[in-house]
């Protein structure tokens, strides 16, 4: 059978497929659970430097098969809290990202400092959050912000610093060349897309925060869009994310060029199950297709592209690779 | 694409149950077992977990008012709107012959539309309902109507015998047997239930709650130990929860931190 584990940033994974932050995030049974059942690795919720309760109810929305809409607001019980989750995890053996959010990179610093110190084999910056409450713009969106943060945090820490980028952008090319700036080991792409839902007989969105993030199959085009111009134009490695539902649907992202996934919606679809369905099938399925590993299918998709005639003028960056 | 995820319904009917639970129906068409819950949504202020209290339809949800939603709903008005999704969960098997409903508080709003279909499916119903005081026993005559013999505690013993529910099932289970023994309230007074079954044969059933957020087991909001009450839940076989760390000792708030039950 083929070699599934993975490596990620120095990082060595039993298997691609991570368990996506904000998901089984909470508890430190239900990311050993998620270890259990399989996980290559599990990402923590996003933890900031204090507890937050989060949105009120309403705070996520299905769209039935197209995947959820979600405006958690990013609960979270805070680092002072968080450690003896984490410790529960560990012990089940199970290898631990933790993600971390700010408002501002003192808070980045501070809580990625903190985070390091429980063990984490790596730190997920989640750098989709809102700048100030209410005004809807995010850090991420702005590559200096993104550059500076980085830079801030890496600095402080040993562990590799894998930046999670917004699919919100005009550029994510240039947020992820931003990330590289700062020094990221790795990029993570996407979080969710901005989205909204609205209840036409109460007139009022859904969701109590209004706008929202959308999650699974919707958005798994987007996300194969920026794994592959990422992977275009630089050399760094990828995380895909955004919609794996299926071994097919995480070779898709392996193939534009990332070296592993991340599994969220999935999870509330299928149970957590879905981890040891995945390892399995995608096993047989590089069985099928002739590939000795994962590693070996990493960006098997690119240089294949029809090209039109090229323009006199160079319309993208030369490739690095 | 079809949205069937949230219905709006308007609340057909809305009746003061005791001095501080009310009892909303309302039509939503999906099949319900008894047990499981709906999401609850009060337009423009909270979305909130609720076992149903009534399975049919119209469906209901009996609602202890203490939070600030609950208090919302109290200004709910036949005809105003509300959001239902659901229902999520699992249910109680209401197969046992001889069963002993213990229901403490706002407890028995998910106990007594069980204890209804057994009642009507053959089995014999024995209730202890325990309240604070007299007039806040919930449904004390909902569980005569369905025929159950009905045992009553109040703290200040302004009727049936003064002290514990737990206290009255505990004589209820030394002096009978039972194919199985329901129970809802607060958790440390379902562990004094399962405590005082340990000696008989009947198997423990546990009503949980938790707080929710998406009910479909993403946001790990509602876990405990290995499960999600959401999903893996809100029943649950005394043997599956009592050894569990936070039963009755802790709760996550909506942060996700762990505090004192
Ligand atoms: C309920 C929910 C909560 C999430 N919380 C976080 C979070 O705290 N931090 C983060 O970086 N991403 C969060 N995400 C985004 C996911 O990690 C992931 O990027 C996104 O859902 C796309 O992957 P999927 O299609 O597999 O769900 C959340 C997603 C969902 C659905
Ligand atoms: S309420 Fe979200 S996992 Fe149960």
């Known amino acids: 059978m083929a070699d599934l584990s993975v490596d990620l940033a120095g990082v060595r994974l039993r298997n691609p497929f991570l368990l996506a932050s904000g998901i089984w995030g909470e508890s430190g049974d239900s990311l050993g659970g998620a270890w259990k059942a399989g996980a290559g690795g599990v990402i923590t919720k996003s933890i900031g430097r204090l507890p937050r309760p989060g949105y009120p109810n309403p705070t996520i929305e299905s769209l039935e098969r197209w995947g959820f809409l979600n405006a958690m607001g990013l609960p979270n019980p805070g680092i002072e809290e968080y450690p003896k989750?984490?410790?529960?995890?560990?012990?089940?053996?199970?290898?631990?990202?933790?993600?971390?959010?700010?408002?501002?990179?003192?808070?980045?610093?501070?809580?990625?400092?903190?985070?390091?110190?429980?063990?984490?084999?790596?730190?997920?910056?989640?750098?989709?959050?809102?700048?100030?409450?209410?005004?809807?713009?995010?850090?991420?969106?702005?590559?200096?912000?993104?550059?500076?943060?980085?830079?801030?945090?890496?600095?402080?820490?040993?562990?590799?610093?894998?930046?999670?980028?917004?699919?919100?952008?005009?550029?994510?090319v240039g947020l992820a060349r931003a990330a590289e700036r700062g020094g990221a080991a790795a990029i993570s792409a996407i979080n969710t897309v901005r989205a909204l839902a609205i209840d036409v007989h109460l007139r009022r969105p859904t969701l109590s925060h209004g706008l929202g993030g959308l999650s699974g199959p919707a958005i798994k085009p987007i996300g194969l869009a920026c794994v592959w111009q990422i992977r275009?134009?630089?050399?760094i490695p990828i995380v895909g994310v955004g919609g794996v539902m299926t071994a097919e649907d995480a070779l898709e992202y392996v193939m534009a060029g990332a070296c592993a996934v991340e599994v969220g919606t999935a999870v509330a679809f299928e149970?957590?199950?879905?981890?040891?369905?995945?390892?399995?099938?995608?096993?047989?399925?590089?069985?099928?297709?002739?590939?000795?590993?994962?590693?070996?299918?990493?960006?098997?998709?690119?240089?294949s592209e029809a090209r039109a005639p090229m323009p006199a003028r160079r319309r993208r960056p030369p490739r690095s690779r | 694409m079809i949205r069937l995820f949230r219905t709006i319904v308007p609340v057909e009917t809305y009746d003061?149950?005791?001095?501080?639970?009310?009892?909303?129906?309302?039509?939503?068409?999906?099949?319900?077992?008894?047990?499981?819950?709906?999401?609850?949504?009060?337009p423009g202020d909270d979305e909130i977990p609720m076992s149903l209290s009534y399975t049919g339809n119209p469906k209901g949800i009996t609602v202890k008012v203490m939070?600030?939603?609950?208090?919302?709903?109290?200004?709910?008005?036949?005809g105003d709107r509300i959001g239902i999704r659901g229902p999520y969960g699992n249910a109680f098997d209401t197969s046992p012959k001889k069963i002993l409903v213990v229901g403490g508080g706002s407890g028995a709003a998910v106990l007594a539309p069980a204890a209804e279909i057994a009642a009507a499916q053959g089995s014999r119903i024995t209730v202890a309902l325990g309240a604070t005081v007299a007039p806040e026993l919930l449904f004390e005559?909902?569980?005569?109507?369905?025929?159950?013999?009905?045992?009553?505690?109040?703290?200040?013993?302004?009727?049936?015998?003064?002290?514990?529910?737990?206290?009255?099932?505990?004589?209820?289970?030394?002096?009978?047997s039972f194919d199985a023994v329901w129970t809802c309230g607060p958790e440390v007074m379902m562990r004094k239930?399962?405590?005082?079954?340990?000696?008989?044969?009947?198997?423990v059933v546990c009503?949980?709650?938790?707080?929710?957020?998406?009910?479909?087991?993403?946001?790990?909001?509602?876990?405990?130990?290995?499960?999600?009450?959401?999903?893996?839940?809100?029943?649950?076989?005394?043997e599956r929860i009592a050894g569990l760390r936070d039963f009755g000792r802790f709760k996550r708030e909506s942060s996700g931190r762990l505090v004192p039950a």
């Open chain 1, 85 to 172: 989750e984490i410790e529960t995890a560990r012990a089940t053996g199970a290898t631990v990202i933790g993600s971390v959010f700010g408002a501002d990179a003192a808070e980045f610093v501070d809580v990625a400092e903190r985070m390091e110190r429980t063990g984490v084999v790596a730190l997920e910056l989640n750098l989709s959050c809102p700048h100030t409450e209410g005004l809807g713009s995010e850090i991420g969106q702005d590559p200096a912000e993104v550059e500076a943060i980085t830079r801030a945090v890496r600095e402080r820490v040993r562990v590799p610093v894998i930046v999670k980028i917004t699919p919100n952008t005009a550029d994510p």
């Open chain 1, 232 to 235: 275009e134009a630089l050399t």
């Open chain 1, 271 to 303: 149970g957590i199950g879905v981890f040891g369905r995945l390892v399995e099938s995608l096993g047989r399925l590089l069985d099928e297709l002739g590939f000795e590993s994962v590693r070996s299918a990493q960006g098997a998709a690119h240089g």
């Open chain 2, 16 to 42: 003061q149950e005791t001095p501080s639970t009310v009892t909303l129906r309302f039509r939503y068409p999906a099949a319900a077992r008894p047990g499981q819950f709906v999401m609850v949504w009060i």
């Open chain 2, 67 to 78: 939070g600030p939603t609950s208090r919302a709903i109290q200004h709910l008005r036949p």
């Open chain 2, 141 to 176: 005559e909902r569980f005569q109507r369905m025929g159950a013999r009905v045992a009553i505690a109040t703290d200040d013993g302004s009727k049936g015998s003064k002290g514990y529910v737990t206290e009255v099932a505990a004589e209820l289970l030394r002096a009978e």
């Open chain 2, 193 to 203: 239930v399962i405590d005082a079954a340990a000696g008989s044969r009947a198997p």
């Open chain 2, 207 to 238: 009503s949980l709650e938790r707080v929710m957020k998406c009910a479909l087991g993403l946001c790990d909001a509602c876990a405990i130990g290995p499960y999600h009450v959401c999903v893996d839940g809100p029943v649950f076989p005394a």
